[in-house]
Every structure is written in structure tokens, then in C-alpha cells.
């Protein structure tokens, strides 16, 4: 079955670093873009980061750009999302999601596959 | 970015129909016609049901469906069911591979 598995959420302090991936099973993850989503308590979703396929081409949300780092490892088809100076309003669930390849192969620029969320909670 | 805005929520009738309105800018809805629609029951992954502001994945039933006109975009459930109760998101691209979501619709079936 084609997904995506998120791991290494938890409890942090502010201020502190976690390390979140995303293990991809099934289909050829070198091939996708991939992005991170977050869902605060009580919130919508809200676009983090994405990267490219080989990995070179990389943009982020104003709320992480400097805190936060996306990088994949094609061979080990896993994504990642290092997270730094991490602030209380951080805390939320996570997603890591996979970009759509329409009929003809190419980006359609939306998000088809997604993993169940790794929660990550920063409290004193 | 600011996150698109969306009614906080809408209800209907099962067999009823309903829509679900997006609301960007002319940076984002307006200016591409990539406008995603996802459903999402908390605790679980999203779905993805609809691509390039009108698209149906295969598999992702008839009943729903979308349109764009302007900076707005909506999202159309048609023949309600109990299943269909959950939360909606839009999400469109913004230009350099940055995306930016809706702000969200509760749909509950009566």
C-alpha cells in the first residue's frame, strides 16, 4: 500500500529541537515533491515547507523560515523536518504529504498522499 | 499569507446539497487555477479530493465537485451523507512552490 509514516514527535520545552520524519512505502519517493503541514489544536491546516525531488529547490512558510529545515534521503525514501528554537505555538500535529502526478505525469501542484500526523507539543 | 478564508461551518440534509466557498487574493486563487479540496476526519489523513481548481482524482466519488470565479473558489457536495461529515480545506499555490490553506469548514449532516 502506498503511504507515507510520520515519527519522532513528543514533548519539548521551548526553545529545544526535534527531528521529524516521514518513512515512504510503495511507490518511488525520489520521483515527488514532498511538503510538511501542520494543524494546531483548534486550527486549520497550514503549508510549512516543501522540497523537490533531488532535493535542491527548497521554500518555507514565513513562521519557520531560520527555525526550521526540510531534507529528504532518497536512498532510504525518508523526509525530514528539523525543527529548532521551538516556541509553544509550534505545538500541533504534523503531516508530511506527497505531491500529485496528474495523467500526463507532471505536478498538479495539490496533495494526494498523506501520513496520519506525529504530534509535537511545546510546553515548560 | 494569510490562510484563506472559508465559512467556519455549514449543514445540510442528507440528499441535500452544499457549498463551501474559499475566498483568496488575486496573488493566490486568483491567479492560478490550482486550487485544491481536501477532506479531513480528526485523527486521520487527509483525502485528497479534488486538483486543479475542478479536477476528481479517480476514485473520489461524482458527488463532489468545484468551480473557481475570481479570487473564489468553492467546493460543492451534492447527495449529503452522513459519511461526508467532517472538516474541509482548500488550498491554493502561491507562486514559488509556496502553498497556502484555508482556514477551514465544519460540514455536519442534520
Known amino acids: 500500500e502506498v503511504q507515507l509514516v510520520e515519527s519522532g514527535g513528543g514533548l519539548v520545552q521551548p526553545g529545544g529541537s526535534l527531528r521529524l520524519s516521514c518513512a515512504a512505502s510503495?511507490?518511488?519517493?525520489?520521483?515527488?515533491?514532498m511538503i510538511w503541514v501542520r494543524q494546531a489544536p483548534g486550527e486549520g491546516l497550514e503549508w510549512l515547507s516543501y522540497i523537490n525531488p533531488s532535493g535542491t529547490t527548497i521554500y518555507y512558510a514565513d513562521s519557520v523560515r531560520g527555525r526550521f529545515s526540510i531534507s529528504r534521503d532518497n536512498a532510504k525514501n525518508s523526509l525530514h523536518l528539523q525543527m529548532n528554537s521551538l516556541r509553544v505555538e509550534d505545538t500541533a500535529v504534523y503531516y508530511c504529504?506527497?505531491?500529485?502526478?496528474?495523467?500526463?505525469?507532471?505536478?498538479?501542484?495539490?496533495?494526494?498522499?498523506w501520513g496520519q500526523g506525529t504530534m509535537v507539543t511545546v510546553s515548560s | 499569507q494569510s490562510a484563506l478564508t472559508q465559512p467556519a461551518s455549514v449543514s445540510g440534509s442528507p440528499g441535500q446539497s452544499i457549498t463551501i466557498s474559499c475566498t483568496g487574493t488575486?496573488?493566490?486563487?486568483?491567479?492560478?487555477?490550482?486550487v485544491s479540496w481536501y477532506q479531513h476526519h480528526p485523527g486521520k489523513a487527509p483525502k485528497f479530493l479534488i486538483y486543479e481548481g475542478t479536477k476528481r482524482p479517480s476514485g473520489v466519488s461524482n458527488r463532489f465537485s468545484a468551480s473557481k470565479s475570481g479570487n473564489t473558489a468553492s467546493l460543492t457536495i451534492s447527495g449529503l451523507q452522513p459519511e461526508d461529515e467532517a472538516d474541509y480545506y482548500c488550498c491554493s499555490y502561491a507562486g514559488s512552490r509556496t502553498y497556502v490553506f484555508g482556514s477551514g469548514t465544519k460540514v455536519t449532516v442534520l
Open positions: 488575486s496573488s493566490d486563487v486568483g491567479n492560478y487555477n490550482l
Open positions: 504529504a506527497r505531491e500529485n502526478l496528474g495523467y500526463s505525469g507532471s505536478g498538479t501542484y495539490a496533495f494526494d498522499i
Open positions: 510503495e511507490f518511488t519517493f525520489s520521483s515527488y515533491e
